[in-house]
């Protein structure tokens, strides 16, 4: 049976560990933080102890099985969606992560939990600048256009975006009337691009009325 000890040691370490992610997504104002992240991982340690030390004649992995079940249900929460946009995805897999974390220092892994907490420190803070360095940055437009309903105006706006260099990300329509449709795009803009310019550019296309900037 596990000291006393061990088990406080183990939860202080998982405490630790985690309270450093929970620290960066709480800096960047992420919807589960400092705190979301330190019980994640304690509840995950704890856990792991149980299912290790509490039932030695049973399969020590069956409820460990579960918390990886349960993490996803609290990373769930933390993302959100609207008709043009996810968010929250990072840090509902920080969450999913943090829960291995703890469950590794449960089960008395302290090595694997250390490095595993320092990868994921380094894909949170420098993975953006990496992004930057060596494939360039990019912004997000979303606009709304109101095209004329008919065959072929889609693919005009298409060749104007490539002719750019720009990606369609997310595209959608909504008819208005028999003659008119509302399109909905988001893009993603390489850096040397301006949204001025795709917006000058797509105006100039006959079949599109209306641009909104969202």
Same mark, same amino acid.
């Given at each position: 049976?596990?000291?006393?000890?061990e088990?406080?040691?183990?939860?202080?370490?998982?405490?630790?560990?985690?309270?450093?992610?929970?620290?960066?997504?709480?800096?960047?104002?992420?919807?589960?933080?400092?705190?979301?992240?330190?019980?994640?991982?304690?509840?995950?340690?704890?856990?792991?102890?149980?299912?290790?030390?509490?039932?030695?004649?049973?399969?020590p992995?069956?409820?460990?099985?579960?918390?990886?079940?349960?993490?996803?249900?609290?990373?769930?929460?933390?993302?959100?969606?609207?008709?043009?946009?996810?968010?929250?995805?990072?840090?509902?897999?920080?969450?999913?992560?943090?829960?291995?974390?703890?469950?590794?220092?449960?089960?008395?892994?302290?090595?694997?939990?250390?490095?595993?907490?320092?990868?994921?420190?380094?894909? $949170?803070? #420098?993975?953006? =600048?990496?992004? @930057?360095?060596? /494939?360039?940055?990019?912004?997000?437009? *979303?606009?709304?256009? %109101?095209?004329?309903?008919?065959?072929?105006?889609?693919?005009?706006?298409?060749?104007?975006?490539?002719?750019?260099?720009?990606?369609?990300?997310?595209?959608?329509l909504?008819?208005?009337?028999?003659?008119?449709?509302?399109?909905?795009?988001? $893009?993603? #803009?390489?850096? =040397?691009?301006? @949204?001025?310019? /795709?917006?000058?550019?797509?105006?100039? *296309?006959?079949?599109? %009325?209306?641009?909104?900037?969202?």
């Amino acid at each position: 049976m596990i000291q006393e000890l061990e088990i406080i040691k183990r939860l202080i370490f998982s405490l630790i560990l985690s309270g450093i992610i929970g620290w960066e997504r709480e800096k960047e104002e992420k919807p589960a933080g400092f705190r979301t992240h330190i019980l994640v991982s304690l509840g995950s340690t704890l856990f792991m102890i149980i299912s290790a030390y509490a039932f030695p004649n049973t399969d020590p992995t069956r409820i460990a099985a579960q918390v990886v079940t349960g993490i996803g249900f609290i990373g769930a929460g933390t993302i959100l969606r609207n008709e043009y946009s996810v968010k929250g995805l990072t840090t509902a897999a920080s969450i999913w992560a943090v829960s291995g974390i703890g469950m590794a220092v449960g089960a008395g892994l302290y090595f694997p939990a250390v490095i595993t907490t320092l990868f994921i420190l380094a894909v $949170l803070i #420098l993975a953006t =600048k990496l992004e @930057k360095i060596f /494939i360039g940055s990019h912004r997000d437009l *979303i606009l709304k256009c %109101k095209i004329e309903d008919k065959p072929g105006v889609i693919g005009e706006i298409g060749t104007v975006l490539g002719e750019l260099k720009v990606n369609i990300k997310q595209i959608g329509l909504t008819s208005i009337n028999e003659d008119m449709a509302e399109l909905s795009l988001i $893009l993603r #803009l390489p850096s =040397k691009i301006k @949204k001025e310019e /795709i917006i000058e550019r797509l105006s100039k *296309i006959i079949s599109v %009325k209306e641009i909104e900037v969202l």
